[in-house]
């Protein structure tokens, strides 16, 4: 079963609800960076968390998403688009902590002190970036709060990674839920009910549920699907880019690097792909800074 996004009106347009899975993706993200479980299942909360919210966007919109918590996980940052792509990486990804039932303990490898700083590039005029206090560590909890604090939008998030015995992943994926204006109380109070009365997110996925029957259990029909987007983890280092980043550096700088004789060896931070700079390539780059 592929990653896949599903978007969804419900309660007579009031609600939009996002239900999401990202099992491959989260997985991929694992391998990449060599993660352990609870670096595992805190990356794939935040890349579920961001491909979701890049679907709120267009064009050529991109999201970026920095967590900047107390624990010993450290920053995580991931970035995406609205179209299905994203890319993310975690501080420390060699760090073991689980709670008493043997799970992963999320919120205490992230913290719970720090901030969610979420940054928009809209393609129109200046990049902007908001932020909202870390609230739990659970990911999920905190970005309900950054929903309403930062952007003013009642919100409901749920996200979830299985990891299996071998530390790979077994399940991911999640929800967002947006209350529009005009929304009733009386339909506030039947989300809650049927929220509480669902299993954890992961547990469904990994049951078999759909992103439609995420949005099912949470609308028990109520609903109006909109749109479909496959998902993945892609990214789009390259060594152009590498190469406008080092031409950012002093002439001095990269005519000390290009002396050297020795070739520069870079590394994408979001897939690990290795780029390599001969000193006439540094040579080069140096002189058309001229």
């Known amino acids: 079963m592929n990653d896949l996004l599903k978007k969804a009106y419900a309660f007579d347009g009031t609600v939009r609800i996002y239900g999401v899975r990202t099992t491959l993706l989260t997985e991929e993200a694992r391998q990449i960076h060599d993660t352990w479980p609870v670096a595992t299942a805190a990356l794939g909360r935040v890349l579920t968390a961001a491909i979701t919210m890049g679907a709120m966007y267009e064009g050529k919109q991109t999201l970026t998403i920095q967590i900047d918590g107390s624990g010993p996980l450290g920053k995580i940052l991931v970035t995406t688009d609205a179209h299905g792509h994203v890319r993310g990486t975690v501080e420390n990804s060699h760090v073991q902590l689980s709670n008493n039932d043997g799970s992963p303990a999320v919120g205490q490898a992230v913290g719970n002190q720090g901030f969610i700083h979420v940054t928009k590039d809209l393609k129109v005029r200046d990049v902007f970036t908001s932020s909202a206090e870390l609230q739990t560590g659970e990911i999920a909890q905190d970005f309900t709060y950054y929903f309403a604090k930062s952007e003013q939008i009642p919100s409901s998030v749920g996200l979830g990674v299985t990891i299996d015995v071998d530390g790979s992943v077994k399940a991911a994926g999640g929800f967002i839920l947006q209350v529009m204006p005009g929304a009733s109380e009386e339909t ?103």
């Open 188 to 290: 506030l109070k039947t989300i809650e009910q049927n929220i509480n009365a669902m299993p954890p997110v992961n547990e469904m996925i990994e049951n078999g549920a759909t992103p439609d029957d995420i949005i099912k259990a949470i609308t028990k029909g109520n609903h109006e699907f909109l749109e479909e987007l496959p998902l993945d983890y892609q990214c789009d280092c390259s060594k152009e880019k590498f190469a406008s980043s080092l031409s950012t550096l002093s002439k001095d700088e990269l005519d000390s690097l290009a002396e050297s004789d020795e070739p520069i060896e870079t590394q994408c931070q979001f897939c690990k792909k290795k780029y390599t700079f001969t000193s006439e390539e540094i040579k080069h780059i140096a002189e058309k800074k001229q």
